[in-house]
């Protein structure tokens, strides 16, 4: 429930969706197939001529669509609440401009992505995400040297 958007009601509808086991799901790219935010692509990958949207890109149709519901309603609060996914629903939507319904599927489809870590993990929802094992940034966190006013060595500021 620390999940930007998931109310007591969702949190509980998305879990009796689940099951209860999500070890069923051997990643967060199963659990968004089933919830049916996984989009499938027939195209080519070419872009399509001037202003027409794009041909056979759509959500799938065999899974849960109360799930798929459920993480779509929380991606409604979620873009109200948490800076990160609305600045998702802007780039895909030109800032709420343009096709609302895509920004919103992107941003459950993300929800579902983090949803899915944080149920695995057993671990609470953080706005800021913490820093991949093994990069600078928590090699330098990790490696802080107490700051003097003195240069090492030399007994001199």
């Not at 930007?4 to 879990?15: C, D, E, M, N």
């Not at 051997?26 to 202003?51: F, I």
């Not at 949207?53 to 065999?62: A, E, M, S, T």
């Amino acid at each position: 429930m620390t999940l930007p958007g998931v109310s007591t009601v969702l949190a509980y509808t998305i879990a009796a969706e689940v099951g209860g086991r999500i070890e069923r799901f051997a990643q967060a790219r199963c659990l968004l197939r089933y919830s049916l935010l996984a989009p499938l692509a027939d195209d080519s990958g070419e872009a399509p001529p001037s202003g027409r949207p794009p041909v056979g890109r759509h959500l799938g149709h065999d899974g849960r669509t109360t799930l798929q519901w459920a993480w779509i309603e929380a991606a409604r609060a979620a873009v109200r609440r948490d800076a990160m996914l609305r600045d998702l629903f802007n780039r895909r939507t030109q800032n709420g401009k343009q096709d609302r319904n895509r920004g919103y599927i992107a941003v459950a489809n993300r929800l579902c992505r983090i949803g899915y870590a944080m149920w695995t993990k057993g671990t609470d929802y953080q706005e800021v995400a913490p820093a991949r094992p093994g990069s600078k940034q928590q090699e330098q966190h990790h490696h802080k040297q107490p700051t003097s006013l003195s240069r090492p060595g030399t007994g001199q500021p």
